[in-house]
Nanobody
Framework: QVQLVESGGGLVQVGGSLRLSCAAS?????MAWFRQAPGKEREFVGG????????FYADFVKGRFTISRDDGKDMLYLHMNRLKPEDTAVYYC??????????????????WGQGTQVTVSS
């Protein structure tokens, strides 16, 4: 059974930076970050395609957020820069148990972490 554990969330001022970490135990393939703000649906932030090694990002984070993956340590990271109040949300790490095309819908993912809160204050 795969377990995902996020860490690194917190309170940061507008324009600041945070790094989220996701520790995976078990075999995973594509991995991604999602977020969910109060009253809103969970949305794709970015992901790593296991087959190609490509990184994918939602338009609203391009140029500000970067994903990296360390397979040797079974870690996925989300480096967040120039944070905005609208980035406030619970951030989730997700993984798939099959090697397939990159998916941006939450329903495609088999494993989820418990989430970590990111709050950006203005």
């Amino acid at each position: 059974q795969v377990q995902l554990v996020e860490s690194g969330g917190g309170l940061v001022q507008v324009g600041g930076s945070l790094r989220l970490s996701c520790a995976a135990s078990g075999v995973t393939f594509n991995m991604a970050w999602f977020r969910q703000a109060p009253g809103k649906e969970r949305e794709f932030v970015g992901g790593h395609d296991w087959n190609s090694g490509r990184l994918f990002y939602a338009d609203f984070v391009k140029g500000r957020f970067t994903i990296s993956r360390d397979d040797g340590k079974d870690m996925l990271y989300l480096h967040m820069n120039r944070l905005k109040p609208e980035d406030t949300a619970v951030y989730y790490c997700a993984a798939r148990k099959v090697a397939a095309v990159m998916e941006t819908t939450s329903a495609a993912y088999d494993y989820w972490g418990q989430g970590t809160q990111v709050t950006v204050s203005s």
